[in-house]
């Protein structure tokens, strides 16, 4: 199979996951563009409860728990980026108010009304970004607010090569008007967008050789592995070539029904 014809979902978990393990972030994200996205978020008090959703090890995270006082709970399905958050946590003496536990965003382990604030950076796409908003909104409070990035299109037509590599990875990309309606639609107020700067994923692709290069020393031989650094070499290929018409935009939306 030649690695065009690839989308991440081909790949062992394993190996997903071990090349990110140990990673500050696991997708594009910054903390300036974290706190860029709390600034249009009103009323949290030490009394809020805030869930990251897909959180990975937490790189976000922290960053929000320095800059609120509520109680955060991240979810996680992967284990090991579970332990490692925890262990984040507990280093910068957080682990009071800041904790992850292994979970499903399906099926998410909180009441109904339950949640001041719903984060999630470059996972929502896992379950789907329409069906996501419309499952998480019974867990937030009347006036509650969620804020996701999800991948976008910037422009109404895209050259092909682009056009067939999302369409197959992720056949809900659409653009910034479409989506931001899909949130309203699904009970929200969308109170901000915006573009995630191309900064961030450079700086996201510029540590993949470092990473690429132990993870192939580590896995030598092991076909699937190289199959794997091949798509992600990919994918760091075309968005340098492509990075006009695509990428991650922050959706703020306020609960409203
Ligand atoms: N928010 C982090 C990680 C993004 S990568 C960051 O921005 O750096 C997406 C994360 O979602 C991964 O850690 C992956 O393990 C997690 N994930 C994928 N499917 C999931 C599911 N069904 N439930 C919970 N977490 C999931």
């Known amino acids: 199979m030649s690695s065009e014809k690839q989308t991440v979902h081909d790949f062992d978990l394993n190996i997903i996951y071990d090349y990110f393990s140990n990673t500050?972030?696991?997708?594009?994200g910054?903390?300036?563009?974290?706190?860029?996205?709390l600034s249009f978020i009103d009323g949290l008090n030490e009394k809020s409860?805030?869930?990251?959703?897909?959180?990975?090890?937490?790189?976000?995270t922290m960053i929000?728990?320095?800059n609120t006082a509520g109680e955060i709970t991240g979810i996680e399905s992967w284990p090991?980026?579970?332990r490692q958050f925890n262990q984040?946590?507990?280093?910068?003496n957080l682990q009071d108010r800041v904790k992850c536990v292994t979970g499903n965003m399906e099926n998410l382990p909180f009441q109904e009304e339950e949640l001041d604030l719903i984060w999630s950076e470059g996972a929502i796409y896992n379950i789907?970004?329409?069906?996501?908003?419309?499952e998480w909104r019974k867990f937030l409070k009347s006036g509650g607010y969620i804020a996701i990035t999800e991948n976008t299109w910037f422009s109404e037509e895209r050259p092909d090569e682009i056009q067939n590599f999302w369409q197959n990875a992720y056949p809900e990309i659409d653009t910034m008007p479409n989506k931001a309606a899909q949130m309203q639609k699904a009970g929200y107020l969308p109170i901000a967008t915006f573009v995630v700067p191309d900064t961030v994923w450079k700086e996201y692709y510029s540590m993949q050789p470092r990473l690429q290069e132990t993870?192939?020393?580590?896995?030598?031989?092991?076909?699937?592995?190289?199959?794997?650094?091949k798509y992600q070499r990919y994918e760091a290929e075309l968005y340098r070539k492509y990075q006009a018409y695509y990428g991650y935009v922050f959706y703020i939306g306020k609960r409203v029904r």
């Open 24 to 28: 500050e972030r696991q997708g594009p």
């Open 30 to 37: 910054s903390p300036e563009i974290t706190l860029r996205a």
């Open 49 to 60: 409860k805030i869930a990251d959703i897909g959180c990975g090890t937490g790189g976000q």
């Open 64 to 66: 929000l728990a320095k």
């Open 80 to 82: 090991e980026f579970v």
């Open 88 to 92: 984040n946590s507990k280093n910068q």
């Open 128 to 134: 789907g970004f329409e069906w996501g908003l419309n």
């Open 215 to 229: 993870f192939l020393k580590k896995h030598k031989g092991n076909k699937s592995a190289e199959e794997f650094i």
